[in-house]
C-alpha cells in the first residue's frame, strides 16, 4: 500500500511561483509512473504532469513551459515547480502514483489529499 503526502501549496500572487513536493511511503517509488492533478471547484479532476518511472515527462498544454516535473528516487519524493502561476491555476493539487500506465487518470490508484494553490491577480 503506497502512502502519498503532498506539501508546499499556499497563495501566491500571479507570476509567482510555488514548489509542490509528494513523499511517497510503502512502495517501491521508482517502479510508478507518478502525477500531479488538480482540481478547481465545479470542474473535474484533470491532469498537470506526470513522469514515468524512467524519467520521461508529459505535460498539459496549459502548464507547458511553465511547470516542470521531477522526481529524487532517493527521497521518494516527487516535486511539482509551477513558475509564472496565473489565477486560472487556482485549485487543489493531489498528488498520485500508477503501477501501471500513466496518462489515464484511472491508472492512478494512489492518492495523496491535496493541497491548495492560490493564485491571487
Known amino acids: 500500500q503506497v502512502q502519498l503526502v503532498e506539501s508546499g501549496g499556499g497563495l501566491v500572487q500571479a507570476g509567482g511561483s510555488l514548489r509542490l513536493s509528494c513523499e511517497a511511503s510503502?512502495?517501491?517509488?521508482?517502479?510508478?509512473?507518478m502525477g500531479w492533478f488538480r482540481q478547481a471547484p465545479g470542474k473535474q479532476r484533470g491532469l498537470v504532469a506526470t513522469?514515468?518511472?524512467?524519467?520521461?515527462?508529459y505535460y498539459a498544454d496549459s502548464v507547458k513551459g511553465r511547470f516542470t516535473i521531477s522526481k529524487d528516487n532517493a527521497k521518494n519524493t516527487v516535486y511539482l515547480q509551477m513558475n509564472s502561476l496565473k489565477p486560472e491555476d487556482t485549485a487543489v493539487y493531489y498528488c498520485?502514483?500508477?503501477?501501471?500506465?500513466?496518462?489515464?487518470?484511472?491508472?492512478?490508484?494512489?492518492w495523496g489529499q491535496g493541497t491548495q494553490v492560490t493564485v491571487s491577480s
Open positions: 513522469i514515468r518511472s524512467g524519467g520521461v515527462t
Open positions: 510503502g512502495g517501491t517509488f521508482s517502479d510508478y509512473a
Open positions: 498520485a502514483a500508477a503501477r501501471y500506465g500513466w496518462l489515464s487518470p484511472n491508472a492512478y490508484g494512489y
